[in-house]
């Protein structure tokens, strides 16, 4: 069966301060891996898509980077922290489009201080 | 892309039916209709899915309008573990993300 690894569950970090989350899929091959977002209160954020190695699609602008430097694992980045970073990450994966079903890790609070 | 018009919040008692509504009246014609579901401080987990023909699972049932512009899932007896955030989501022909809105927040009274 398939599973989604995501660390830390918790993250506190001062601002300028860099940050790398990982997030891994076992039991699978070739997944289209997403990163979302959700603020407080919040709906879910689209940041990042990635559909193979290498190749990374970015939603929306921000001072955050992401990396697929293997199958299946996926990487969140910054270089420096800001304060509006804060907020709750999700890692998902799934294996296609249209009909094919989001499966999201268990998140990371991350709190900019 | 297409979106989705929920209530804010919704309560129902437990152990009743509960219907959650969906309004996506700019819904294109192969665009499916997901639902999903948050519990506090967990990611969101797959509820239910389906094009044009009402869908049953174990979780839940779906039904969707004969003009695809509304859906309603139904929990036929919520639960106290029901409570979450419930998210109905356009999934556009060859679009690699689902855009979640803010949802709707259920909550179960016992």
């Known amino acids: 069966s398939q599973t989604i690894h995501q660390w830390p569950a918790t993250l506190v970090q001062p601002v300028g301060s860099p940050l790398s989350l990982e997030c891994t899929v076992e039991?699978?091959?070739?997944?289209?891996l997403y990163w979302y977002r959700q603020a407080a209160g919040r709906g879910l954020q689209l940041l990042f898509y990635s559909v193979g190695i290498g190749q990374i699609s970015s939603e929306v602008p921000q001072n955050l980077s992401a990396s697929r430097p293997q199958d299946r694992q996926f990487i969140l980045s910054s270089k420096k922290l800001l304060l509006s970073d804060s907020g709750f990450y999700l890692c998902?994966?799934?294996?296609?489009?249209?009909?094919?079903?989001?499966?999201f890790g268990s998140g990371t609070q991350l709190s900019v201080l | 892309d297409a979106k989705t018009t929920q209530p804010n919040s919704m309560e129902s008692n437990e152990e009743e039916p509960v219907h959650l509504p969906c309004n996506h009246s700019t819904i294109s014609g192969t665009d499916y209709i997901h639902w999903y579901r948050q519990l506090p401080s967990q990611g969101p987990e797959y509820v239910i899915h389906?094009?044009?023909s009402n869908v049953n699972n174990r979780m839940a049932s779906l039904a969707i309008a004969e003009d695809r512009k509304s859906s309603t899932l139904i929990l036929h007896r919520a639960t106290l573990r029901d409570a979450a955030v419930y998210y109905c989501?356009?999934?556009?022909?060859?679009?690699?993300?689902?855009?979640f809105g803010t949802g709707t927040r259920l909550t179960v009274i016992p």
């Open positions: 989501i356009l999934r556009e022909t060859g679009a690699n993300n689902l855009f």
């Open positions: 389906g094009l044009t």
């Open positions: 039991g699978t091959s070739n997944p289209n």
């Open positions: 998902a994966w799934s294996m296609g489009f249209r009909d094919e079903k989001l499966f």
